[in-house]
Nanobody, 114 residues
Framework: QVQLQESGPGLVKPSQTLSLTCTVS??????????WSWIRQPPGRGLEWMGAIGYSGITYYSPSLRSRTSISRDTSKNQFTLQLSSLTPEDTAVYYCNRPGGYWGQGTQVTVSS
């Protein structure tokens, strides 16, 4: 059974960098040919795909967030990490990690506020 679990701070200040980690169990993040995504949902809005890291470590980013986003992984811990820099209140959202096939973390609320 594949399970994903997000972890990270719930409250961050504007201009800071957010770091979230997704811990995966029941599958390996190096399993061909999956990719592992970060997706967010701001309050009252739809889902926004932010980026992904593939089984080989190649990364993909949303063009609108590319300049502020970095996704990396730790294969020894079976985790992948999102970093989002230069935060503004508009980055307030529930952040999810995801794998194709309908596998989602439960989501973590991130609020950007001073």
């Amino acid at each position: 059974q594949v399970q994903l679990q997000e972890s990270g701070p719930g409250l961050v200040k504007p201009s800071q960098t957010l770091s979230l980690t997704c811990t995966v169990s029941g599958d390996s993040i190096t399993t061909a040919y999956y990719y592992w995504s970060w997706i967010r949902q701001p309050p009252g809005r739809g889902l926004e795909w932010m980026g992904a890291i593939g089984y080989s470590g190649i990364t993909y980013y949303s063009p609108s967030l590319r300049s502020r986003t970095s996704i990396s992984r730790d294969t020894s811990k079976n985790q992948f990490t999102l970093q989002l820099s230069s935060l503004t209140p508009e980055d307030t959202a529930v952040y999810y990690c995801n794998r194709p096939g309908g596998y989602w973390g439960q989501g973590t609320q991130v609020t950007v506020s001073s």
